[in-house]
Structures are given as structure tokens and as C-alpha cells.
């Protein structure tokens, strides 16, 4: 369903998009009402590819059409979940695909500005959108009157400096009237007070790529692929020590195992695979047994106790500690909580420095306690899902490397007694619903 | 305290630009980054002159200057080498790259050498984690980098002029097995804990 997947080299520029089939989807949904667009999305079953899964046409309806304020739609392109990168792979070979979606999606909400938020560090996937929409403008395809269609559509290309917070929605909207990226408090969502506070459809750049062939092809179509529950395919940004990194597109349901060791070739001449974090740095670590007959799907995940979050699969080998892995993300959320809540600012700073005394060898049990303790106290207590992202790979690592931790202690450790306190605290884990 | 300027054609793609959103204090980023791309950096008489162009006060734009990372407010090297370190890129041989970097310039993570050719930093995953490891050198990004390939470019670098426009990432070849477990100098057989200790930070 990424047109671009079967047109390397020229697929960014229009006249190979439009040869592919490129916007057909959106000349189709201007002769179409805005309730049937939103259904026919709600149909397909389409969930947020962002990391949330929330239902994209559910979604779409809470945007209110009897505002007097005008309606934003916002594609959130920040992409700084740790392990993901389909989302710069989308932009930078397939920035039309996006930008249909993006239509679509305005014309669904009767919006007539949209925004795309960019992470300041993509300045080459920058370099091929703005060509892109150059030439959709051009083209009569941006502005007054798009496609010779009565439908004014302006788009304004919109670009961070450097913060992961910005990537969670309503960090974003703050980021974007200029301010820091201090999340805001829910309610009011921003469907019904978002940018400027008016009515703001916030979706992820690849649930936006996915609109145009649902929207061309109908729900029917789309609800084909994948299972019962998780509909459609979904992109995979894969990374760490295998034979063939990269980004996939994969039916929902498929078998993890064989894409490791079919797709992906498998782990690295020389390393054996210790576990895999299937969706992105936030959700937890999988080991190889939970990794064996799990189905890359929402519930196939969920079922194992970890998430499909953002579609970064992250696979780690035998060469990196499960506490140097630790160790790595909390200092990449210790770095990155924005400070408002105080769960989240104390509580990922104190995971990082036990984590570190841990390592270096000066730590004991009460610590490791300790570090589940208080992720406890993360999970769910604040503003945004950053603290859970934090807590969820904390007590992951744990409960399933505790020989890991144990060993690094200074002294003993009651193995028995450290399962029986992560036995307390691993009902913060997901879990099959 | 000397007035500062701007050349007449980023003032006017500065207006431009604010015309585009809804609210003029929306502009902040954008007009910021056009300040750093002029400049190099954002300096207090930056801040005063961003906040009369956007309706609000210095003390406002220092607020969202310090709040991204990006965003210089001290002069920083003529190529400024932000090593991802997170956890893709950590996975495969990051520690190793800056290892490199900081022996060849005789510098830390947040120092400048003292010609000022070059800083170094340690920045959050940049979503290129199929081709870690990987770090962004201005506006550009290298991807696969060994320590052998920092050597090169570092020399490389050297004899020439920074150009903002050049950002088309430069992706080298993926290293084989061989080079992969060079960059870890404890190898495989440290395991579990291998990573931990003198190998690392
Ligand atoms: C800390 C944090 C960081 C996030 N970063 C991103 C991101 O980089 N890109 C993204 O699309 N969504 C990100 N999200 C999710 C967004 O808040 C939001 O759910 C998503 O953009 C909605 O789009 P979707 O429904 O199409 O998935 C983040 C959430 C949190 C809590
Ligand atoms: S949970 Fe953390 S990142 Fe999110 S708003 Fe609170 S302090 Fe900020
Ligand atoms: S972890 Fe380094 S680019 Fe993602």
C-alpha cells in the first residue's frame, strides 16, 4: 500500500507518482461527502500508527462540524520514538503519499490549513517535501480551488529544534503557537480545542499514508489484509544487530519469528539474540521464548505482554547487557521528560542513577527494588505517556533479565524475593485485554 | 552592544514566513532557525530582536531557545558532529564511534577543539536506526559509520567549507561482522554483562 516500496529512485517526484496512480484517491473523495469519507476510514478498521492505536475514523468524527472556529489538520512527522524510522523513510520516498492523505484527510474535517510538524533534524526529508508540495502547488493541487474542485486548501510546512516531547500531540500544538513542548492537560482533547484552539485532527504521517488506498480500493478492500482485529499492514522500522535492517511493510498477524530469521536474514554473523522491543523504545522487551509464535499484531503483542506502539522493532543481542539497555533509555527519557510532572522529572533522573550504580557494581537489591517501586508510581500518574515509557522497559528489563541485574549487584541478591517484588509491580506491564 | 542585524533577505523570508500562520508568535521556530542558520548561534541581542518580530518578550524566546536541544546560545564548532548514542545506534557500535571522535579531536562530549573546527555532542536517536551507527555533522547525516570511516571523513572535513544546502545523507556501505564486532572491544564472549564496566562510558 507504500507506492514507493515498488519505485525506488524517482518515486518522490510527482509525474512518477501520478504514473503509480497518485492522486486518484483524492479527486475521488472530493466528489465524495465528508460523513462517507469518515466512514468509509472508520470501516477499514485503520488505527493510529503513531504509537497510540487509536481508532483513525473514530477519531476524525469527533471533529466537530458546527464550529464557528476554523479546523486544523496536523500531521504529527516529529518521529523520535528510539528505533523508529519509517515515518522520514515515508517523507523522503514518498512525500505525495503523504500529502494525499493529508488532503483527504482535511477535505474529511472541511479543513482549509493543514500543518505538517517535521523534527528540526530532517532536513533532507525537509528538502523532498518542499519539492513535493512545490509542485503540487504548481500543479493546482495545493491552494484555491484544488484539483478545479470549488475546495480552497492551504498547507503551511512546519519544523521543531530538537525535543521528543514534541512528538506526544498536544506538546506538539504548544510547540507549534511557538512555546516549549510542555504537554497539555486532557481534556479538552485537541479534537475539540487543539491549535489556536480550534478543532485539531492530529495523525501520524504513516495513518495518513495509509488513507489513500483506503479511500481508493474502500474499506472492504483494506479489511482484506490482516486479522479480525488489527486490519491492513503496517510498516516495521527494524534495527540493531540482523542480517537486513530496514523498513517493512508487513500484513498485520505476521509470524515474528519467521520475519526475523526469513526478512530480516536473521540476527549478525556471531551474535545470538537476546530479546527484541518490538514497537519502539517505550514498549517492553520481549525475550527470544515470548519472541517464539507471537503475531505482529495489537493483540499478538499485547498477548505477550508488549505493544505494537510505533512499529519499532529493535532487536538486541548477546553482546549488550539487559542493563546497559536499561541504562541507555533512561537516560534517553531522564534527557527528554519535559519537567512539568513530578512522577515523570524524579522518577526517570532516579532510574538512570541507580541503573548507573548498578553498573557500576555498587548496587543491591533494595535498589533494584527500589527502581520497580517507583516506576510503579510512574505508570499512568501524569500528564502524558512519557512516564509509562519510562516505567514499561524498567520493569521489563527486570522481570526478564533479573540474572542480569543480580549479577552486577555488590552484594547478594534473594532471587526469590526479587521476583516476588516484581510480581508486585508488573501489573503496570500491558497485558492481553 | 552592538545593533544586531539581519541581511535584508532573511528579514523578508522572516516576514514571509510569519504571514503563513494564524499567530504571529507561531513563527518562533522557523524565524529561530533562520537566526542560527545566519549566525550560527542565538545570541541575547537575537532574542531581543526574535521577540520584537513576534510580539513577545526576550525572556520568551530564551525560554524556547533553551528548551531545544538545537538551538546554540554559545558559538559551537564549523562542524558541529552530534553522535546519536540511543539505543539502535548503541547496539551497533556508537560507543565506539565517539571513542574515535573524542581521541582524534582530544575532546568530550559538549567541547569545542580549540581552533574551532569542530564540536562534539551526544544527541537522541535520529531515526536512522537501520543504519546505525549514524550521527549528523551540521545538516547532513552519515550513516554506518565505523571508526576507520570517521577517520576519513574527519580529514576530510577539514579542507572544506560547510554548505547548509548540501543535506542529502551520506550512507555508507553496512560493515560486515568483522567490522561490526571490532567495534566492540569485549566481543560477544563478556556476555551477559558485557558492555558493563571498562568496555563502556
Ligand atoms: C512521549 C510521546 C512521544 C510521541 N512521539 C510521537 C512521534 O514522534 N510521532 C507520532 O506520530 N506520534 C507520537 N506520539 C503519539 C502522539 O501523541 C499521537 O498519539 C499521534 O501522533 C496520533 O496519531 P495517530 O492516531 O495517527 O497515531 C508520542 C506520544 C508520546 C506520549
Ligand atoms: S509525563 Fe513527563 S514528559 Fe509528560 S508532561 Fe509529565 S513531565 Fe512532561
Ligand atoms: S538509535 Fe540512533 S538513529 Fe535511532
Redesign the pocket.
Known sequence: MQRGLDRPGESHVLEAYEAAGGYRAIRKALGMSPEAIVDEVKKSGLR?????G?P?GT?WSFIPRDSAKPRYLLC?S????PGTFKDRWLLENDPHLVLEGMMIAAVAIDSHLMFNYFRGEFTYPLARWRAAVEEAYRKGYLGKGIFGSDYDLELVTHYGAGA??A???TGMLESLEGKKAFPRNKPPFPAVEGLFRSPTL????E?LATIPWIVENGADAYTQYGTEKSRGTKLWSCSGPIARPGVYELEMGYDLMEFLEGDLGGMMEGVELKGIIPGGSSVPVLTPEECRGAKMDYEGLRERGSLVGSGGFIVIGDNMSAVDCLLNLAHFYAHESCGQCTPCREGCGWIEQLVEKILDGRGTQADLETILRVSDLMAGKTI???AD?MAWPAVAFIKKYPQEFAALCAGPVDMEGLAEAVGRHDHILPKAS | MAAFTMPDEAVRWVEATIARYPDRQAAMLPVLWAVQREKGWISPEAMVWVGDRLGCSASAVQAVVRFYTMFDEEPVGRWKLQVCRTLSCELMGARAIVDRIRERLGIEPGQTTSDGEFTLQEVECLASCGTAPMMQCNFKFYENLTPERIDALLDELRGRVPDHDDVEPVIYERPGADAYHAMFPRGAEAAPSGAAGEAGR
Not at chain 1, 78 to 81: A, F, G, K, L, Y
Open positions: 493510529g500508527r503513531g504509537g497510540a487509536f483513525t477519531k504529527n516529529d518521529e523520535s520514538e521528543y516531547i512528538g506526544e500531540e492530529i495523525n501520524n504521517t495513518t502524558c505517556a512519557l515509557a
